[in-house]
């Protein structure tokens, strides 16, 4: 069964500086998008990112990047110069064919002013 | 651009109660449609989803039902509400191409509280 890990509930940054949330996944498949939602106070989930596994090229959007680690089934997410703004839930996710979209259990972040 | 709608955005039912969330989505034809739950603190579960009109997918036994009764409307249902459906509830819809869907695009949830 596919199973996404984030270990990290909680995590702070300083505003501007940079910050990586992690996300390990679990699947046997070889075709499969992965995904990072953020949701904030309002708890609406917002589409961060995301990344096709047969892409090797890391995705970008801005300050936000992501590290993908197929062999490692490793997905994190990078944000650079954090704002307030950033202070979320973040959420990895994972969508296959096979599967619909599974999510991790997420990781507080909160931005120190 | 496409817009999806929810309501209520706040519900509070005593138990035994029906229920019924609708879901609409604008800017788009035959979306596919979800219907998650989050408890407090936690992500989300997949509840429903439907690739077109009258065409559900239960993912876990519940108390819910789901039905689309138009191509761009989702209702989630309950005859008799229980305490343990509290919690936050959102819509999402996504693109098909050749089967396979591709990112969600969520709602702006409901909050159930039942008492």
């Keep these: ?113 | 651009s496409q817009t999806i709608h929810q309501w209520p955005a706040t519900l509070v039912q005593p138990v035994g109660s029906p229920l019924s969330l609708e879901c609409t989505v604008e800017g788009t034809s035959n979306p596919n449609l979800y219907w998650y739950r989050q408890a407090a603190g936690r992500g989300l579960q997949l509840l429903f989803y439907s690739v077109g009109i009258g065409q559900i997918s239960s993912e876990v036994p519940q108390n819910l039902s789901a039905s689309r009764p138009q191509d761009r409307q989702f209702i989630l249902s309950s005859k008799k509400l229980l305490l343990s459906d509290s919690g936050f509830y959102l819509c999402a819809w996504s693109r098909t191409s050749g089967g396979f869907s591709y990112e969600q695009y969520f709602g702006p949830g409901t909050r159930l509280t039942v008492t």
């Design chain 1, 1 to 113: 069964a596919q199973t996404v890990t984030q270990s990290q509930p909680e995590m702070s940054v300083q505003e501007a500086e940079t910050v990586t949330l992690s996300c390990t996944y679990d699947t046997s498949e070889s075709d499969y998008y992965l995904f990072w939602y953020k949701q904030p106070p309002s708890r609406q989930m917002i589409l961060v990112i995301r990344q096709e596994a047969y892409k090797q090229q890391n995705a970008t959007e801005n300050r936000f990047s992501v590290n993908f680690q197929k062999a490692a089934k490793s997905f994190s997410l990078k944000i650079s110069d954090s704002q307030l703004g950033d202070a979320a839930m973040y959420f990895c996710a994972y969508r296959s064919l096979a599967r619909q979209l599974t999510f991790g259990s997420g990781t507080q972040l909160t931005v120190l002013p």
